[in-house]
T-cell receptor, first 112, second 117 residues
Framework: NAGVTQTPKFRILKIGQSMTLQCAQD?????MYWYRQDPGMGLKLIYY???????DKGEVPNGYNVSRSTTEDFPLRLELAAPSQTSVYFC???????????FGPGTRLTVT | AQSVTQLGSHVSVSEGALVLLRCNYS??????LFWYVQYPNQGLQLLLK??????LVKGINGFEAEFKKSETSFHLTKPSAHMSDAAEYFC???????????????FGKGTHLIIQP
């Protein structure tokens, strides 16, 4: 299994541009999550999904959108990128009843 | 709402010395607790977790943690530090009633562990 994969690894965006961060998992996990990590701040939950067609907001959803059309994929969309969205983004997945989440390698995004 | 406090953004120990990374949590219902490790430019890897049962949990790479409800703590320890333990460590919590994390993990700010030769 490849586990949780994320693309791209790095990206530089100009203010106002849009992009989609891709996340896929091949472990047949129902639950998937998006977090952002800022220096010295830990990780904060952006959005999560408990299955195809079901998504919900986390702690910091503003400026982002998600969709979940398949079990495997959970893309994160940034509309009108702002410098405040400069961060490292991590996707994670989980298969209940197990409680632990498995993380992807991250996408480092810079908005200038 | 739950929260996590990690005492010390940086901890430095000598190789071979005891590692102690502190984590305190706040939760209104029984928590599930986790420690994750992050090596430079990588994702997070699970070290260990507490859900129910035995309060002393053992993880990978010789780490262990003890859940102390009375102290609302979940400190991470390792008897003898190795150079390869240098990394960022995160304590995280989720609530038992949510099925173990339907609404995600709440993380502490992290502790950077430095190993002195």
């Amino acid at each position: 299994n490849a586990g949780v994969t994320q693309t791209p690894k790095f990206r530089i965006l100009k203010i106002g541009q849009s992009m989609t961060l891709q996340c896929a998992q091949d472990m047949n996990h129902n639950y998937m999550y998006w977090y952002r990590q800022d220096p010295g701040m830990g990780l904060k939950l952006i959005y999560y999904s408990v299955g195809a067609g079901i998504t919900d907001k986390g702690e910091v959803p503003n400026g982002y959108n998600v969709s979940r059309s398949t079990t495997e994929d959970f893309p994160l969309r940034l509309e009108l990128a702002a410098p405040s969205q400069t961060s490292v983004y991590f996707c994670a997945s989980r298969k209940p009843p197990r409680s632990e989440q498995y993380f992807g390698p991250g996408t480092r995004l810079t908005v200038t | 709402a739950q929260s996590v406090t990690q005492l010390g953004s940086h901890v430095s120990v000598s190789e071979g010395a005891l590692v102690l990374l502190r984590c305190n949590y706040s939760s209104s219902v029984p928590p599930y607790l986790f420690w994750y490790v992050q090596y430079p430019n990588q994702g997070l890897q699970l070290l260990l977790k507490y859900t129910t049962g035995a309060t002393l949990v053992k993880g990978i790479n010789g780490f262990e943690a003890e859940f102390k409800k009375s102290e609302t703590s979940f400190h991470l320890t390792k008897p003898s530090a190795h150079m390869s333990d240098a990394a960022e460590y995160f304590c995280a919590v989720t609530l038992m009633y949510s099925g173990g994390g339907a609404d995600g993990l709440t993380f502490g700010k992290g502790t950077h562990l430095i190993i002195q030769p």
